[in-house]
């Protein structure tokens, strides 16, 4: 490949001494010896790695110069790994230099060329891989390559996932995995199904939903083949290596979702193994979607009356349920992940892509956003930068701003109360009551309600499907919209079927003037105050602030003896309420901070 050639858009190499940056193992010599040519942003250039053995058996990379990524398509694998400890570090020969490579990138490189080598037979692979590949000692070239992520996955020839370590045993994962799915190959025309986290609440709203029956049916005789199993050791330790394998870090990136998803091919490596990912994901995800009545202990005895607790098969599924429930906190993610690349035909709602990063690990925070701005519509405007001036805090609210502003509604409001049991308890983070904080790990304590109020398929909008009139102030940290109070909140309600209903995931309250709230907030106090916002799609819960408003939580309304809306409950979940009011002049600018 010919060197390029120097344009305007170019982007140049920052003339700072090098410095760590990507939280990337030290490698100032080897940028100190400036290997890298510049890019054209124009051109949409990128690097690749020329990968192959010397004759002591030892691998050996060459960087080639910039070529444009419609030059580059179909012809390079892309690597997708988890980086891991910057200080376990593999020395790499990169264009005849050391270089401190992840660890986990090595035993990657390994991998992949010998995978590439024995199942394509390749005899010099050419492979994209993210620390090498890219500067990491510029950021502006760090970021402009970041913005390019989705296009460099999605044009190689395929993604190789490696999910091997070096720390690990073996490969009896896969071969398991393999097993199982030829004891059912018709998982595999399932996976639109069993890809779709909302499948089984839009199973109940609409009972004839091609491939779900299927599905529930499939999962009953899954279950038996895994019983019946459970005798078998070799068996039994080929599933305990599968929630192993579950368990490695990969899974938790935020940046795989991406790369996965963006493949026009993918296939796993792990323990020396290979398979592609249909067919680990067909498997995967009906092992997670079959897990609870699998792993029901009771169940399993009432089910096998010849069984009790001290046979061979009870001690092995207790066994395998110990070791699924150490790595339940990764099965969100790992869920997630594959899914996606299961339903992937269409761009993915931005902020459902920002509740799932709260699954996911960063190391540099903001990629908690840049991570997934490749899977969502370009028009909320929002690019990579990781200069040090863009702050977590002020990435947020501009982004929070932005998605206000695109959407046109504050459906974004049903995010905020998301791991936060108190108004204020924001962690590290400076951020407006109304603003997400995506780096929280913990989901919302009522998980299932708040999915279900928020599918578009369940008829619920308090504003009426009216837009949001918002406007905001102090560089984006308050919000100002319409909209119309309705009372005052009690929490210490007299109410016995209220207080029955006010467990760990479910806060019943009470309104002055009798209405019946129930919020998967934990945050809320005597006298917050009830209103309805334009653009929000359930009533929601404001504290009074001085001159502003603190937003609290959302919630619905409901009649406490029956657990059915009432007539004017009704009216206002339905947006009956607010046209009204509407109609009369009762709005009020609301401002939120």
């Given at each position: ?186 998982l595999a025309g399932l996976l639109h ?171 540099d925070k903001r990629d908690h956003v ?214 009369t002049g009762g709005t009020t600018r609301?401002?939120?901070?």
């Open positions: 490949m010919a060197p390029a050639e120097s344009r305007k858009d170019d982007l140049p190499h920052d003339t700072t001494p090098p410095v760590d940056t990507f939280y990337s193992p030290a490698n100032h010599s080897f940028y100190d010896d400036q290997p890298y040519d510049t890019l054209s942003k124009e051109s949409r250039m990128i690097r690749l790695l020329k990968v192959r053995k010397n004759e002591a058996g030892h691998l050996e990379c060459v960087l080639t110069q910039g070529i444009p990524l419609a030059e580059a398509d179909n012809t390079y694998t892309a690597l997708s790994y988890c980086a891991g400890d910057p200080n376990k570090t593999q020395t790499v020969t990169v264009s005849g230099r050391k270089f401190n490579a992840f660890a986990n990138l090595g035993v990657a490189l390994e991998q992949s060329y010998h995978y590439r080598t024995r199942v394509h037979k390749d005899v010099e692979v050419l492979i994209w891989a993210d620390q090498i590949c890219i500067d990491q000692s510029n950021p502006l070239e760090r970021s402009h390559q970041v913005s390019l992520m989705y296009e460099i996955y999605s044009c190689s020839r395929e993604v190789v996932v490696c999910l091997f370590t070096g720390d690990e045993p073996g490969g009896i994962a896969i071969d398991w995995i393999q097993e199982v799915h030829a004891s059912f190959p018709k199904v069993l890809g779709d986290p909302d499948i089984l609440l839009k199973h109940q709203m609409q009972p004839t939903l091609d491939g779900v029956s299927d599905m529930i049916k499939l999962s009953a005789k899954f279950r038996k083949y895994m019983w019946s199993k459970l005798k078998n050791e070799t068996f039994v330790s080929g599933w305990l290596d599968v929630l192993q394998m579950l368990g490695q870090p990969w899974w938790g990136r935020s940046w795989v979702l991406q790369e996965y998803v963006a493949a026009r091919d993918a296939h796993y490596l792990y323990g020396g193994r290979c398979i592609h990912w249909k067919i680990l994901s067909a498997v995967v995800l009906m092992l997670l979607f079959a897990e609870n009545a699998t792993m029901d202990l009771e169940f399993f005895l009432t089910v096998n009356r010849k069984h009790n607790r001290s046979s061979q098969e009870y001690r092995q599924l207790s066994q395998i349920k110990v070791k699924a429930e150490a790595l339940k906190k990764n099965q969100m993610s790992t869920r997630s992940v594959l899914g996606y690349k299961c339903c992937s035909a269409q761009r993915r709602d931005l902020r459902e892509l920002l509740n799932h990063s709260r699954t996911c690990g960063a190391s840049f991570a997934f701005l490749g899977l969502t519509d370009s028009a909320y405007g929002i690019e990579p930068n990781y200069s040090p001036e863009i702050s977590v805090e002020s990435l947020f609210i501009e982004l929070s701003c932005r998605i206000v502003q695109h959407d046109g509604d504050l459906r974004l409001l049903s995010q905020v109360s998301v791991g936060r049991d108190h108004l204020h308890e924001r962690g590290s983070r400076k951020l407006p009551s109304w603003v997400p904080d995506w780096t929280s790990p913990r989901i919302s304590v009522n998980r299932g309600f708040s999915d279900m109020m928020a599918h578009p398929d369940v008829p619920y909008s308090a504003c009426g499907y009216a837009k949001a009139d918002v406007t905001f102030s102090d560089d984006g940290r308050t919000l100002e919209v319409s909209g119309i109070y309705l009372d005052g909140l009690v929490t210490d309600t007299n109410d016995e079927q209220t207080r029955r209903s006010t467990k760990p995931y479910r806060h019943g309250l009470e309104t002055w003037k009798g209405y019946h709230v129930e919020t998967a907030c934990a945050a809320v106090q005597d006298n917050d105050q009830l209103w309805i916002l334009y653009g929000a799609k359930r009533p929601c819960i404001l504290r009074c602030d001085g001159p502003c408003f603190n937003f609290v939580g959302d919630g619905h309304l409901w009649f406490p003896q029956t657990f059915i809306p009432d007539d004017t409950s009704t009216e206002i979940m339905n947006g009956a309420f607010a046209r009204s009011v509407a109609h609301v401002r939120i901070r």
